[in-house]
């Protein structure tokens, strides 16, 4: 066998292995800034969610105030009743 082979095959092995270890280098940093930016959204969103709970619950309060005040008897029964 002639003993350029093996060396030739441990050769091309290597530029493989580098190639593919600069591809995997550029497609890994090529996602961090979508995964900043996906962070960032997603904080967004938090924020966003946070204020329709606090407007949500709001409405919760004012929806039971105005069942308790339709719940009452009209203002003229009440008037009529203690004369």
Known sequence: MDPMVPISFIVIVAIVMGGL???ARHWRAGTQPQSAALESRLEAVEQELAVLQQHLS???ERLDFAERILAQPPESKRLGASE
């Open 58 to 60: 709001e409405t919760q």
């Open 21 to 23: 270890v600069k591809i």
